[in-house]
């Protein structure tokens, strides 16, 4: 998708973009009845199309001739895989996102604009969440998953990347799958979506409470909401994705919730949800301008509820944009 602007479906017939140095023109290997998909592009690569009685791997691998190292997807599936290793067995592959994802995790001007923009199609369904337009109380998480994916598409976008509903206790799970479980009134409804529009990718996640907010649950959240803002501030350039993490991680640490935040701060975001850089402990790697990534702390306490906040950033020369403006704090809507 990045290379060559064609989203490829992810199948067991395999799609291939092969460039090779002083090749004259990459070729893109793509199964025959998808030919009519892919845009015309000359001079960007040539398309062969195989049928089902031939051998795409073998093509593949005689289109790389005899190099001695291949830069591979991380996301090309492992019989593929396998089989250039059994055609090609003196030939080193390694990843491709060592060097491609440095590379696409430094967004040019036109790819921070569409990165906002899509951004603000998603902060429109999330106010309307917060509005109180999206009905909750006696609805399943899988109903409220599909209005909030068809309000993604009504707004923009033309595909939904994933859409978590997450109610009660199961929203103390940070990647719970929407289930027929009915919200009730008096408790935590978080929701995290995103979708794709013109090859980019939004996700943003606003927590709401079915009726009246109880002290505790406004307490931690006010520790939530100062553990983002301190990793916004912090994504500056010149300081490293480790330190915005500990930013966050440090604000819910010093109120006792350390052992509560169990994933990382953020993840990059463009033509995929998560791709380079990775906001986490550790990560040495320094935030430039042109980044784009999640901020996204998060507390969860087993059996009761969670709670996750979550903006995409873009990186200017002077610090950190948020892509989304809508309300920070947890919202009550009508029980």
């Given at each position: 998708m990045?290379?060559?602007?064609?989203?490829?479906?992810?199948?067991e017939?395999?799609?291939a973009f092969?460039?090779?140095?002083g090749?004259?023109?990459?070729?893109m290997?793509?199964p025959?009845?998808?030919?009519?998909?892919v845009?015309e592009?000359?001079?960007v690569?040539?398309?062969?199309?195989?049928?089902?009685?031939q051998?795409?791997?073998?093509m593949?691998?005689?289109?790389?001739g005899?190099?001695r190292?291949?830069l591979?997807?991380?996301e090309l599936w492992?019989?593929h895989?396998?089989g250039?290793?059994r055609r090609?067995?003196d030939?080193?592959?390694?990843?491709?996102?060592d060097?491609?994802?440095?590379?696409?995790?430094?967004?040019?001007d036109?790819?921070m604009?569409?990165?906002q923009?899509?951004g603000?199609?998603?902060?429109?369904?999330a106010?309307a969440?917060?509005?109180?337009?999206?009905p909750?109380?006696?609805?399943s998480?899988?109903?409220?998953?599909?209005?909030?994916?068809q309000?993604?598409?009504?707004v923009?976008h033309?595909?939904?990347?994933?859409c978590?509903v997450?109610s009660?206790?199961n929203?103390a799970s940070p990647?719970?799958?929407p289930?027929?479980?009915?919200?009730?009134?008096g408790e935590?409804?978080l929701c995290d979506?995103?979708g794709?529009?013109?090859?980019?990718?939004?996700d943003?996640?606003?927590?709401?409470?079915?009726g009246?907010?109880?002290?505790?649950?406004?307490?931690?959240w006010d520790?939530?909401?100062k553990?983002q803002?301190?990793?916004?501030?912090a994504?500056?350039?010149?300081?490293?994705?480790g330190?915005?993490?500990?930013?966050?991680r440090?604000v819910i640490a010093?109120?006792?919730?350390?052992d509560q935040?169990?994933?990382?701060?953020?993840?990059?975001i463009?033509?995929?949800?998560h791709?380079?850089p990775?906001?986490?402990?550790?990560?040495?790697?320094v935030?430039?301008e042109?980044?784009?990534?999640?901020i996204?702390?998060?507390?969860y306490?087993?059996?009761q509820?969670g709670?996750?906040?979550?903006?995409?950033?873009?990186i200017s020369?002077?610090?950190?944009i948020?892509?989304?403006?809508?309300n920070h704090?947890?919202?009550?809507?009508d029980a």
């Amino acid at each position: 998708m990045y290379l060559t602007g064609y989203h490829a479906s992810s199948m067991e017939r395999i799609t291939a973009f092969v460039a090779t140095p002083g090749a004259n023109t990459p070729e893109m290997f793509v199964p025959k009845i998808e030919v009519p998909l892919v845009p015309e592009q000359p001079g960007v690569y040539t398309v062969s199309g195989w049928d089902d009685d031939q051998d795409p791997v073998q093509m593949i691998a005689e289109a790389l001739g005899g190099a001695r190292k291949v830069l591979v997807s991380d996301e090309l599936w492992a019989v593929h895989l396998l089989g250039l290793q059994r055609r090609m067995p003196d030939t080193e592959f390694v990843s491709f996102s060592d060097s491609l994802g440095g590379l696409r995790s430094v967004k040019n001007d036109d790819e921070m604009l569409a990165i906002q923009t899509v951004g603000g199609l998603a902060n429109q369904v999330a106010a309307a969440l917060q509005n109180g337009e999206i009905p909750l109380v006696g609805r399943s998480e899988k109903e409220i998953a599909a209005d909030i994916s068809q309000r993604l598409r009504d707004v923009g976008h033309e595909t939904v990347e994933f859409c978590i509903v997450a109610s009660g206790p199961n929203s103390a799970s940070p990647h719970h799958h929407p289930t027929d479980r009915i919200v009730q009134a008096g408790e935590m409804v978080l929701c995290d979506f995103g979708g794709k529009h013109q090859g980019y990718c939004s996700d943003i996640t606003r927590c709401v409470w079915t009726g009246p907010i109880p002290d505790d649950v406004a307490a931690t959240w006010d520790t939530l909401k100062k553990a983002q803002q301190a990793a916004v501030d912090a994504a500056r350039p010149g300081a490293t994705l480790g330190e915005v993490d500990a930013a966050a991680r440090d604000v819910i640490a010093d109120a006792g919730f350390g052992d509560q935040f169990i994933h990382r701060t953020g993840h990059g975001i463009g033509t995929e949800v998560h791709e380079q850089p990775y906001v986490k402990s550790g990560n040495d790697e320094v935030v430039v301008e042109g980044h784009a990534f999640s901020i996204e702390p998060g507390i969860y306490i087993a059996g009761q509820w969670g709670m996750r906040l979550e903006d995409i950033v873009v990186i200017s020369d002077s610090g950190a944009i948020r892509c989304s403006t809508t309300n920070h704090n947890i919202v009550s809507v009508d029980a």
